[in-house]
């Protein structure tokens, strides 16, 4: 028998006879660069939670690697045993954040390469995700009787399907993905509709493999309440949505929801699942009403939140000093310059303070020596708009993406097309236009380590 307890989002406990199992630790308030939260909240008892054997990350997105939970394992001699094995990705930054919070016993986990540890066999599944340039896996556990299998965030397709279902038969139990996350679609301005091509294939994935109990998995989060608005834009179903989904597309499979503090026990005799049954954890307040997909209500205008409020008017002339020399100069020396020229790019870039106002600065791309002129040229067809303390990070190396992007303060559209004699040309609206802000400060393996190392610093004294 396998007992599976969910502590918090994608964040699990699974018990065999003689071994315990962590996954994706992400256990404090705020998660993902301060701008999430766990939902429901929960109410977790850290010195009773059973010791544990083996800790898997699955990947590197941050409501999985938590840097300030595995900081706190790393301090605490409650949780992890002195000899407990980590299951890791091959991803360098990910060992690196390890490694320096002193974690020991890594094994680099390969596709389909069982691991046995206890009396479990531990394989890890692919992922075919190519929106992420790191790798990341599912996870079957088998203890010698039952199967379960956690996927996680990975992308399967029917060959990995016929591989899993070689390997162990008809799985027992599985948590699987029913959420297509719509975050950063309304910073890019891009389609705000549940992606069907997208959510069909979680059901298809369900029937293809069909397990013979399935709970939803890993997507019990929302954005903190100061900019709840985001969370009417980014999370287009609920588990139970998708459950009475898959009740109508594969009626034989059976099914639960599966929340903070619940428990699975899963045998060959069947699936039972104790709610709220945990002693450890529960749902501290079922605060899930705040996830309403309502995608045209109002929304929040971008509103700079300076770190030191005396220090806005110091920031806003570096910012302006840049745009007119640093700015300029990369964009001049861009890659992308031939191609903003071919578009006839129109660009304005406009700067929010605390106060709500803003300045703008634009760039006609037309021009053959480019220059920043204030005046709005009128029709704009590439647009960025920003806070000006987080564009003050981005210069000074502070923050990454992952934060600017997810969080409100940061918006884009462009409507990119050229006219010519007789001709009209437009660019793909499927496609990703250049971002002049992206170019400048890309969203690289660098930006990645620093904001992992970053954390590294905050928390490992203070765990």
């Given at each position: 028998?396998?007992?599976?307890?969910?502590?918090?989002?994608?964040?699990?406990?699974?018990?065999?006879?003689?071994?315990?199992?962590?996954?994706?630790?992400?256990?404090?308030?705020?998660?993902?660069?301060?701008v999430?939260?766990?939902?429901?909240?929960?109410?977790?008892?850290?010195?009773?939670?059973?010791?544990?054997?083996?800790?898997?990350?699955?990947?590197?997105?941050?409501?999985h690697?938590?840097?300030?939970?595995?900081?706190?394992?790393?301090?605490?001699?409650?949780?992890?045993?002195?000899?407990a094995?980590?299951?890791?990705?091959?991803?360098?930054?990910?060992?690196?954040?390890?490694?320096?919070?002193?974690?020991?016993?890594?094994i680099?986990?390969?596709?389909?390469?069982?691991?046995?540890?206890?009396?479990?066999?531990?394989?890890?599944?692919?992922?075919?995700?190519?929106?992420?340039?790191?790798?990341?896996?599912?996870?079957?556990?088998?203890?010698?009787?039952?199967?379960?299998?956690n996927?996680?965030?990975?992308?399967?397709?029917?060959?990995?399907?016929?591989?899993?279902?070689?390997?162990?038969?008809?799985?027992?139990?599985?948590?699987?993905?029913?959420?297509?996350?719509?975050?950063?679609?309304f910073t890019?301005?891009?389609?705000?509709?549940?992606?069907?091509?997208?959510?069909?294939?979680?059901?298809?994935?369900?029937?293809?493999?069909?397990?013979?109990?399935?709970?939803?998995?890993?997507?019990?989060?929302?954005?903190?309440?100061?900019?709840?608005?985001?969370?009417?834009?980014?999370?287009?179903?609920?588990?139970?949505?998708?459950?009475?989904?898959?009740?109508?597309?594969?009626?034989?499979?059976?099914?639960?929801?599966?929340?903070?503090?619940?428990?699975?026990?899963?045998?060959?005799?069947?699936?039972?699942?104790?709610?709220?049954?945990?002693?450890?954890?529960?749902?501290?307040?079922d605060?899930?009403?705040?996830?309403?997909?309502?995608?045209?209500?109002?929304?929040?205008?971008?509103?700079?939140?300076?770190?030191?409020?005396?220090?806005?008017?110091?920031?806003?002339?570096?910012?302006?000093?840049?745009?007119?020399?640093?700015?300029?100069?990369?964009?001049?020396?861009?890659?992308?310059?031939?191609?903003?020229?071919?578009?006839?790019?129109?660009?304005?870039?406009?700067?929010?303070?605390?106060?709500?106002?803003?300045?703008?600065?634009?760039?006609?791309?037309?021009?053959?020596?480019?220059?920043?002129?204030?005046?709005?040229?009128?029709?704009?067809?590439?647009?960025?708009?920003?806070?000006?303390?987080?564009?003050?990070?981005?210069?000074n190396?502070?923050?990454?993406?992952?934060?600017?992007?997810?969080?409100?303060?940061?918006?884009?559209?462009?409507?990119?097309?050229?006219?010519?004699?007789?001709?009209?040309?437009?660019?793909?609206?499927?496609?990703?236009?250049?971002?002049?802000?992206?170019?400048?400060?890309?969203?690289?393996?660098?930006?990645?380590?620093?904001?992992?190392?970053?954390?590294?610093?905050?928390?490992?004294?203070?765990?």
């Amino acid at each position: 028998m396998l007992i599976t307890t969910l502590i918090a989002h994608a964040s699990m406990l699974i018990q065999s006879n003689k071994t315990t199992i962590l996954t994706d630790p992400v256990w404090f308030d705020y998660l993902w660069e301060e701008v999430n939260v766990l939902c429901p909240s929960i109410d977790l008892d850290l010195k009773k939670i059973p010791p544990v054997d083996v800790l898997n990350i699955s990947h590197r997105h941050q409501d999985h690697f938590d840097v300030r939970t595995l900081a706190y394992l790393a301090r605490s001699d409650s949780v992890l045993k002195p000899d407990a094995t980590i299951l890791a990705p091959n991803d360098d930054i990910l060992i690196n954040v390890l490694k320096e919070l002193n974690y020991k016993n890594i094994i680099i986990v390969e596709d389909f390469k069982s691991i046995s540890i206890g009396d479990v066999t531990f394989t890890p599944t692919p992922s075919l995700n190519e929106g992420d340039y790191f790798p990341e896996h599912g996870l079957l556990v088998n203890d010698g009787e039952v199967t379960i299998w956690n996927q996680v965030d990975t992308v399967v397709n029917p060959e990995i399907i016929s591989y899993i279902n070689k390997l162990y038969g008809r799985l027992d139990f599985s948590h699987s993905r029913f959420l297509p996350l719509l975050e950063g679609n309304f910073t890019h301005h891009k389609t705000l509709a549940i992606p069907f091509e997208e959510y069909s294939s979680f059901l298809k994935v369900a029937g293809a493999l069909k397990p013979k109990f399935i709970v939803p998995g890993s997507a019990a989060f929302r954005y903190r309440d100061e900019l709840d608005f985001l969370n009417r834009y980014s999370f287009p179903t609920t588990p139970e949505q998708f459950l009475a989904d898959l009740e109508d597309f594969c009626p034989d499979i059976k099914t639960s929801t599966f929340n903070s503090g619940d428990v699975a026990f899963i045998s060959k005799e069947g699936v039972r699942i104790d709610k709220q049954s945990s002693d450890f954890v529960r749902i501290l307040i079922d605060d899930s009403d705040k996830i309403t997909f309502k995608p045209v209500m109002e929304v929040r205008p971008i509103i700079s939140i300076p770190s030191d409020p005396e220090s806005t008017s110091k920031e806003i002339q570096i910012i302006e000093e840049f745009i007119g020399g640093t700015y300029l100069e990369k964009l001049t020396a861009s890659d992308k310059i031939d191609g903003w020229r071919h578009w006839q790019t129109l660009y304005q870039l406009e700067i929010f303070d605390s106060n709500g106002n803003s300045k703008s600065w634009n760039i006609d791309f037309r021009d053959k020596k480019l220059r920043v002129d204030k005046k709005s040229p009128g029709k704009i067809n590439l647009y960025e708009g920003i806070a000006a303390s987080d564009f003050f990070k981005l210069i000074n190396g502070t923050t990454s993406w992952d934060f600017v992007g997810l969080s409100g303060n940061y918006r884009t559209f462009s409507n990119i097309y050229r006219v010519g004699l007789g001709t009209f040309e437009f660019f793909p609206i499927d496609r990703p236009f250049p971002l002049p802000l992206l170019q400048v400060f890309p969203s690289d393996r660098e930006m990645d380590r620093n904001k992992y190392m970053k954390d590294v610093l905050r928390w490992k004294e203070k765990a």
